[in-house]
């Protein structure tokens, strides 16, 4: 009972000393995209499920109310947007209805981890009506602008539309100048869309090229016709009343319409905060990406994203805190990082390296920045949140330190660390073991061990001996095991103590003979 109970005491101490953690649960972090953010009724797009790693996942896909879900297999080696290999799930979508395809953040389990990725909104178009000039041709250039009245510094998506009813090899478009809109700007977009239409009884393969057109000035101005260049066209498509020799000419040039442009001018500011020209719907966010450390700077990252002239923007400038510096990363902000349509959601991101004089908590108040809603044809402010900053004290300089000097007060007043504490409490438990605690002696019965040396197993037999010989003289007959005993005995003396040669075996022989004979005598 008193062996229980000390090993009861022990444990409670050592399970109020160890220290108690539990482990966040994983969570699997995977990501939905779309190919296209704004589709026809009747065309399909591809929604990408990226899981992280190669393991089996379940994607978990609802039945949706605007779109047919059609599963397309596993990609295996794409790549995120930091680079890691993705798994890569794909699903076609097929939309139902004009307006608005939502899919919902999907369940992914993968590896025993578990993630929802964000919901997804894809626009769907109604089909585009045949232009008026497309009965009866084979091949039709049409250009469309969106919005065709604009803001002064809004961007304009400017679509050409490619018609072919016959096969041709190949087709070169050439985008129209602008000389005659001092100010403004087209560039060409990343991709194309690729469709088909029916008109005149007839089916039209329609490819859409599209630019971003951007008036800097108020006023009205014409966009001359872009030009497109069917290469490979058969004989019959190119004696249509197109540009090309006669003959079974291979080659047949077409311009699309010249359009107008009216530019709207921006309304009066007098806001708070300087306006720089961004027109659009743009958001601005902050982090700080890389905390601050002995002898390196934090970075903080500043987000402006959303649909407009982010081309144009330029970096904000910061207020930090007294103690705090702010410098702009030479290699961020170029207007490269702006790339996309103008309908599309896009990034402009700007970093800055903040030093402070000392350490503490820093709090950074976000930049604001003046936006021209075109939608809602009002100003407003796209402010980021404040941010807290914290620097720490750096290490001391052991060259610098001064001499060690022992402080009777410092040592009174800290605690003894952890593995004496543990020690102090152990001992009084360890104390009482000792002295309270039986030890059991060892006995050469059934259930005793011999002793381990010749010498000590001479010893042993030689007070077995005096002890049989004690009972004897008691009346306890047993004269063949004390004499042989006693040979035995002989045997071992002369052995370890004759001083004559004795071998190994020799003594593990008389060893296991006298071991033998001092387990029949007993205690």
């Known amino acids: 009972m008193t062996a229980r109970l000390f090993l009861a005491a022990l444990g409670c101490l050592l399970c109020l000393l160890a220290p108690i953690r539990s482990a966040p649960a994983a969570a699997l972090r995977v990501t939905a995209e779309v190919d296209a953010r704004e589709v026809y009724l009747g065309q399909s797009l591809v929604l990408r499920v990226l899981v992280p790693g190669d393991a089996p996942a379940d994607v978990s896909v609802p039945e949706l109310a605007d779109c047919t879900v059609t599963p397309r297999g596993l990609v295996h080696g794409s790549r995120g947007e930091d680079g890691a290999v993705v798994a890569a799930y794909r699903f076609e979508l097929t939309p139902r209805r004009v307006g608005e395809c939502r899919v919902p953040a999907l369940r992914v389990t993968a590896g025993g981890e578990t993630g929802l990725t964000g919901p997804v909104a894809v626009r769907v178009l109604p089909r585009p009506?045949?232009?008026?000039?497309?009965?009866?041709r084979d091949l039709f250039v049409d250009a469309v602008l969106s919005p065709?009245?604009?803001?002064?510094?809004?961007?304009?998506?400017?679509?050409?539309l490619l018609y072919r009813a016959v096969a041709v090899e190949a087709v070169h478009v050439s985008p129209p100048g602008l000389s005659g809109a001092p100010g403004?700007?087209?560039?060409?977009?990343?991709?194309?869309?690729?469709?088909?239409?029916?008109?005149?009884?007839?089916?039209?393969?329609?490819?859409?090229?599209?630019?971003?057109?951007t008036p800097r000035l108020p006023g009205r101005f014409a966009v001359p016709p872009a030009t497109a260049v069917f290469r490979g066209v058969a004989a019959t498509a190119a004696s249509r009343g197109m540009a090309a020799p006669a003959g079974p000419a291979r080659d047949a040039t077409l311009a699309g319409p010249a359009l107008a442009v009216t530019v709207r001018p921006l309304p009066a500011y007098d806001g708070p905060v300087p306006f720089t020209g961004l027109v659009g719907r743009l958001e601005l966010a902050a982090r700080i990406e890389d905390e601050a450390a002995p002898g390196r700077d934090a970075v903080y990252v500043l987000t402006l994203s959303g649909a407009g002239n982010l081309r144009e923007a330029v970096a904000p400038a910061l207020s930090p805190p007294p103690g705090v510096t702010a410098r702009l990363l030479p290699s961020e902000g170029a207007p490269e990082d702006a790339?996309?349509?103008?309908?599309?959601?896009?990034?402009?991101?700007?970093?800055?390296?903040l030093a402070a004089s000392g350490s503490g908590d820093y709090v950074l108040p976000g930049p604001k920045l003046a936006?021209?809603?075109?939608?809602?044809?009002?100003?407003?402010?796209?402010?980021?949140?404040?941010?807290?900053?914290?620097?720490?004290?750096?290490?001391?300089?052991p060259a610098l330190a001064p001499p060690l000097r022992h402080d009777p007060r410092t040592a009174r007043a800290a605690p003894?660390?952890?593995?004496?504490?543990?020690?102090?409490?152990?001992?009084?438990?360890?104390?009482?073991?000792?002295?309270?605690?039986?030890?059991?002696?060892?006995?050469?019965?059934?259930?005793?061990?011999?002793?381990?040396?010749?010498?000590?197993?001479?010893?042993?037999?030689?007070?077995?001996?005096?002890?049989?010989?004690?009972?004897?003289?008691?009346?306890?007959?047993?004269?063949?095991?004390?004499?042989?005993?006693?040979q035995a005995l002989n045997d071992l003396d002369r052995l370890l103590y004759g001083g004559g040669p004795a071998g190994p075996a020799a003594v593990d022989a008389a060893v296991a003979r006298a071991t033998k004979i001092l387990r029949r005598l007993g205690p």
């Open 339 to 353: 790339a996309g349509g103008p309908g599309e959601g896009n990034a402009r991101v700007f970093r800055y390296a």
């Open 129 to 136: 009506t045949p232009p008026k000039g497309l009965a009866g």
């Open 371 to 397: 936006v021209f809603d075109p939608e809602a044809g009002a100003y407003r402010l796209a402010a980021a949140g404040p941010v807290s900053l914290r620097v720490g004290t750096p290490p001391p300089d």
């Open 184 to 213: 403004a700007t087209l560039d060409p977009l990343p991709g194309q869309r690729d469709g088909e239409i029916e008109a005149g009884g007839r089916r039209y393969a329609v490819t859409e090229v599209d630019y971003r057109l």
């Open 416 to 486: 003894p660390s952890w593995p004496w504490r543990l020690g102090l409490g152990l001992l009084p438990l360890a104390l009482y073991g000792l002295t309270f605690l039986p030890r059991p002696a060892w006995r050469h019965g059934q259930d005793g061990a011999p002793p381990a040396t010749p010498t000590a197993v001479a010893e042993a037999l030689r007070q077995a001996l005096d002890r049989s010989r004690a009972r004897a003289q008691a009346g306890d007959r047993r004269p063949g095991d004390r004499e042989e005993g006693g």
């Open 148 to 160: 065709e009245a604009p803001y002064a510094g809004q961007p304009v998506r400017y679509t050409v």
